[in-house]
């Protein structure tokens, strides 16, 4: 730091102290996007909720019978194809895949919410979402107590 600049002259943070997502759109791209948002933003010391409703509520649902996730049966938003070929094109070009995002964002610490309201409208039981990920239940007025007023907040 030069000696005639002291750490008081730094202008204030202008980015958001903590980011909440509203994850609504059940289209794979939409998901996938939220997670890498997530995931940039709280490995750049940002934290993070993500509040799953809706048809993203979908994505984390148990996996099927054999063993297939979930988020394999997300429609996409554009084109045709299925949400496991698109990610796997993601991951031939470098990009995270769906699974390593979501891991990423847990083992980073982002808070993973899910709406009641929302799995009430889906008909998926509270048991029919996965076990292997740290999922908090709570509705609107939870994720909203859990944002800062001083963060940012964006409806995916």
Request: net charge negative.
């Amino acid at each position: 730091m030069p000696a005639d600049k002291s750490p008081v002259d730094d202008p204030p943070k202008s980015s958001p102290d903590k980011l909440s997502i509203v994850v609504f759109s059940g289209s794979f791209e939409r998901v996938h996007y939220a997670l890498v948002m997530a995931a940039a933003a709280v490995a750049s010391n940002t934290p993070v909720t993500l509040f799953f409703t809706m048809g993203a509520a979908r994505a984390l649902e148990r996996p099927a019978a054999d063993g297939t996730p979930a988020w394999h049966r997300l429609p996409l938003a554009e084109g045709s194809g299925s949400a496991a070929a698109m990610d796997a094109g993601f991951r031939a070009t470098g990009i995270a895949g769906f699974d390593d995002l979501l891991e990423a964002c847990v083992a980073l610490g982002v808070t993973i919410m899910v709406c009641e309201m929302g799995l009430k409208a889906l008909g998926i039981p509270a048991d029919g979402l996965r076990t292997d990920l740290p999922i908090a239940a709570g509705g609107v007025v939870t994720f909203l107590a859990d944002a800062s007023r001083h963060g940012g907040m964006l409806f995916i």
